[in-house]
């Protein structure tokens, strides 16, 4: 019986066996967001280079998204469908509207928003209403994220929400996360979550409480998981039952892969759930997942770099 495991496997070693080629870690990335997709492995891979390559026309070498991302985003639109200029155009639109809207740069060149806004069906003055989102959930600059803020507020745009509503959706899941002595250190990143899923913060952190309680019970779980990936969970829908399958794929995932940032947890967290149907906002949730594993790596990396040319020189 065919495994969605099985096919991360074939989906991320077919995306390797021709050039271009990712690397592993950027294979693996990619291929999780194909694996739950419909459509069969070699459409699928065929439609993620073609975008990539047509990425890789429009914007050159280095301009956002680039590496390990620009496969990413390529996988992700060939999964659902969309073709790159519609991204592109989608890009360059909000890069010509950030001026007047007042609201600071746009992460990565308006490329994350612009990657969540053309997975949906998106109206007319899609972009005005990215901007006054981002002006109503943009948090004070000393804790500003712009990955955060773009993926999020393009979700909540493609959602249908408003932004005074989302706003005091926020707030008053802040609150209830804040009360909780193990949930208070991750109160914002569970009531962005919480209210993009439309779930209620209170059922939200009955499910945290359970869950971190079976996390830490979890011998092989809890050293390659944390409070941060509970949270993500609970908000995702996710039982203490869940967490079975979950510790099963993460041992059975490559183990090629880091798991540097809980990579290899939180690709088997998306490997073994399909949430593929919930266009976009399981699709903002997946890609913050990607890059919160890919944020780590490249701490990590930065820091090796650092330790190993300190101790070259001294």
């Not at 459409?43 to 280095?62: I, N, P, Q």
């Not at 612009?114 to 997975?119: C, E, G, R, T, V």
């Amino acid at each position: 019986m065919d495994t969605p495991l099985d096919r991360f496997n074939r989906l991320a070693a077919s995306l390797r066996d021709s050039k271009p080629r990712p690397d592993q870690q950027a294979a693996a990335f990619a291929a999780v967001a194909m694996v739950h997709a419909d459509g069969t492995d070699a459409a699928l891979t065929a439609a993620t280079r073609a975008r990539y390559e047509a990425l890789k026309t429009a914007l050159g070498g280095f301009n956002a998204p680039s590496g390990a991302m620009r496969w990413v985003y390529a996988a992700m639109l060939g999964a659902h469908g969309v073709e790159a200029g519609h991204f592109l155009y989608a890009r360059e639109a909000l890069r010509q509207a950030r001026a007047i809207s007042k609201t600071g740069r746009l992460h990565a060149g308006g490329s994350r928003a612009a990657l969540i806004l053309s997975l949906g069906e998106a109206g007319p003055g899609v972009v005005d209403a990215f901007y006054a989102m981002k002006r109503a959930v943009r948090p004070p600059w000393w804790r500003s994220d712009d990955a955060v803020t773009d993926t999020f507020a393009a979700a909540h745009v493609l959602a249908g929400s408003r932004p005074e509503t989302v706003v005091e959706a926020r707030a008053h899941a802040e609150a209830v996360f804040g009360a909780d002595r193990r949930a208070r250190g991750h109160r914002r990143d569970g009531a962005r979550q919480c209210v993009l899923l439309e779930q209620a913060p209170e059922i939200v952190l009955a499910r945290f409480n359970a869950l971190e309680d079976a996390r830490r019970a979890d011998r092989f779980l809890r050293g390659r998981s944390d409070r941060s990936m509970t949270m993500e969970w609970a908000a995702a829908g996710r039982t203490p039952a869940d967490l079975i399958p979950i510790s099963e794929m993460t041992k059975a995932m490559p183990k090629a892969l880091t798991s540097v940032g809980y990579c290899r947890t939180r690709l088997a967290s998306l490997i073994a759930f399909d949430d593929h149907g919930r266009n976009p906002t399981a699709s903002a949730s997946a890609l913050a997942a990607v890059i919160a594993a890919q944020a780590a790596m490249i701490a990590a990396i930065s820091a090796s770099s650092i330790a190993a040319t300190s101790a070259a020189g001294s």
